[in-house]
């Protein structure tokens, strides 16, 4: 069964800041890995899809890595802005049981100050 | 970027009722589509995979009698809780995965299921 696990918890900085968001998931047979914003009381927004053949991928102030043999990616937001403030989910997505799933971690809850 | 709505956003309901929340995508087929549900502070918990045409497939310990699933087109599955009970109350999230993009998940607004 894949577990994920997001590292930190929460995070605080001050705006302008950049920072690393971490996951790490223990079956590494995982067909591709999605990295996804949560606002309170939300749904989920896209952020970034890496493929499992991949090592990252860009989006704007974005940037997401992926390790697959040794099960970690990591989640690099440049220049912070109040408005990034949200949760932070990771997913990978494997194929389990005849059917295409994700598996999401707790999430990162980012606090920007202005 | 590929839209999936659902209705309605918010709910209240009485114990022993049953309701309905429908999940479209808008602007693509889904042959797939996915519920989700979230406690306060907790992650997303796959319930159940829905495909268009067939019975779904639910996860374990998920009641398929209580949460009737029905994707009865490429844009639409419908998720009803019946004999709703407060430990029902939850946020319910559903997703469609689209074919054309690599099997991206893109995923609706949420609703908030409130059983009194």
């Known amino acids: 069964k894949q577990e994920v696990t997001q590292i930190p918890a929460a995070l605080s900085v001050p705006e302008g800041e950049n920072l690393v968001l971490n996951c790490s998931f223990t079956d590494s047979a995982i067909y591709n890995l999605q990295w996804f914003r949560q606002d309170p009381g939300k749904g989920l927004t896209s952020l970034l899809l890496?493929?499992?053949s991949q090592r990252e991928q860009t989006s704007g102030r974005l940037n997401a890595s992926l390790d697959k043999s040794s099960g970690r990616s990591t989640l690099y937001i440049a220049a912070s802005q109040p408005g990034d403030s949200a949760t932070y989910l990771c997913a990978p997505g494997y194929w389990g049981a005849g059917s295409y799933q994700l598996t999401f971690g707790k999430g990162t809850k980012l606090s920007v100050i202005p | 970027g590929a839209v999936v709505s659902q209705h309605p956003s918010r709910v209240i309901c009485k114990s022993g009722t049953s309701v309905k929340i429908e999940c479209r995508s808008l602007?693509?087929?889904?042959?797939?589509m996915f519920w989700y549900r979230q406690f306060p502070k907790q992650s997303l918990m796959l319930m159940a995979t829905?495909?268009?045409?067939?019975?779904?497939?639910?996860e374990q310990g998920v009641e398929k009698d209580k949460f009737l699933i029905n994707h009865a087109s490429l844009t639409l599955s419908t998720l009803t809780v019946t004999s709703a009970h407060p430990e029902d109350s939850s946020f319910y999230i559903c997703s469609a995965r689209s074919l054309r993009d690599n099997y991206e998940q893109y995923f609706g607004p949420g609703t908030r299921l409130t059983v009194t």
């Open positions: 602007d693509f087929q889904a042959t797939t």
């Open positions: 829905s495909n268009e045409g067939s019975k779904a497939t639910y």
């Open positions: 890496i493929q499992s």
